[in-house]
């Protein structure tokens, strides 16, 4: 069996995946290939696109990004690879994306399987009813939904009525990466990583901080990342008279893992998100977390009391509870919580996004075809996707 994997981008995150992915799958004769559509652009500038030296690896256009590109030409190098490798399955993002919406054309063209991921949740992107109906009428032609948590099914009920195959687990990192090897300390660092755009509320948790240095209770915040609002949230930090903030900007993924380990406790601010794979991050490094009720990650990843604190982003006063709230935890208790964080988080590795995965892609080849109708082809044969940037610059404040 040949499974192709295509994404506007790989960057970061789906690098490990893949490679884990490949071999994994390799041992079961089945031949897997990935494929990244646009070398530039963001969300990920800290990491540039490499060159990729593995033959079942591709960048379909490495020195370009998607708004220097017509759709026309996006499709036409897609469908030239695709149609060269022919594999029996394709996996893809959302079709709102150009790697989602081509490889459905594509599958449904050839007669082939396709399988969708998607962490975002419909009440995150505003549409109307005609919009989400055309939407859902898209998705519904494919043979299977691939989500992070099983968390996610109760809000796709459309889905599960139509008795789609719908798996879990594939928002993982390298835990092992972050693994402490140390006992756990309380270093009175919170640390935040995020890029600095509007909707991480950055700003928000300056406004808080305020309130924790007046407690002189002896913690400091990094915040590590960088983005369009570097500078006005260093600004901010001086108007506020902040002296126990540090920003850090810009850290190689190669090591982001010390930063984490080097704090006693990790928090997400972010007025939404649609996973926060950097709190996976934290919970593998062994770290309390303090999450938004807007980080959907934390649905699946956050036990309330048990392993960190959530709190509402679009009040101040919520989040500097829910910071007291750690802080004046004993020593014990925040031990227990970072070892829940472990014992959360070790359920969301790559060993187990496999093993879903393989079991999808046995079930799904055994399926017939399915066949859209006049209306939905008629659709997917018109729609290209994009690169989708919600959020990337904007505030839902």
Request: aromatic share 14%; hydrophobic share 45%.
């Amino acid at each position: 069996m040949k499974v192709i994997i295509l994404n506007n981008d790989f960057r970061v995150y789906w690098k490990g995946r893949l490679t884990y992915l490949h071999h994994f799958l390799l041992s079961r004769d089945i031949t897997l290939y990935a494929v990244e559509l646009f070398g530039k652009g963001l969300p990920y500038r800290f990491d540039e696109h490499n060159s990729y030296d593995n033959p079942w690896l591709k960048c379909l256009f490495p020195h370009q990004a998607s708004e220097e590109l017509s759709s026309k030409k996006i499709k036409q190098n897609l469908f030239v690879i695709l149609d060269a490798i022919n594999p029996d399955i394709i996996i893809a993002p959302s079709i709102v994306f150009y790697a989602g919406a081509l490889g459905l054309r594509w599958a449904k063209k050839n007669k082939k399987k396709f399988i969708m991921f998607d962490d975002a949740l419909p009440w995150q992107v505003e549409r109307n009813f005609f919009v989400q109906s055309i939407k859902s009428l898209i998705i519904s032609q494919a043979d299977a939904l691939w989500f992070p948590t099983i968390e996610y099914a109760a809000e796709f009920k459309y889905f599960l009525e139509k008795k789609m195959h719908i798996f879990y687990g594939y928002n993982c990192v390298d835990n092992l990466f972050f693994k402490r090897n140390e006992n756990y300390s309380d270093t009175k660092i919170i640390l935040c990583v995020a890029r600095l755009v509007p909707v991480k509320n950055i700003d928000g948790l300056l406004k808080c901080w305020q309130q924790i240095e007046k407690m002189n209770s002896g913690y400091k915040l990094f915040i590590v990342g960088d983005g369009p609002l570097y500078e006005d949230l260093k600004t901010l930090k001086n108007n506020l008279n902040l002296t126990t903030v540090e920003f850090s900007g810009a850290v190689d993924y190669s090591r982001i893992d010390t930063f984490y380990r080097a704090a006693s406790a990790f928090i997400l601010p972010s007025l939404s998100e649609s996973w926060g794979l950097v709190v996976n991050e934290a919970m593998a490094a062994a770290l309390p977390v303090l999450l938004s009720y807007k980080v959907n990650a934390h649905r699946a990843l956050l036990n309330e009391s048990v392993n960190g604190f959530g709190f509402n982003p679009f009040d101040v006063q919520d989040i500097y509870r829910a910071i007291l709230k750690f802080i004046h935890s004993d020593a014990v208790t925040k031990q227990s919580m970072s070892a829940n964080s472990v014992k959360i988080i070790n359920d969301m590795s790559y060993e187990k996004m496999a093993l879903q995965l393989l079991n999808a892609l046995d079930m799904i080849n055994k399926q017939e075809f399915k066949k859209p109708s006049l209306l939905a082809f008629a659709i997917i044969n018109f729609w290209y996707g994009r690169y989708n940037k919600t959020g990337w610059y904007t505030s839902s404040k």
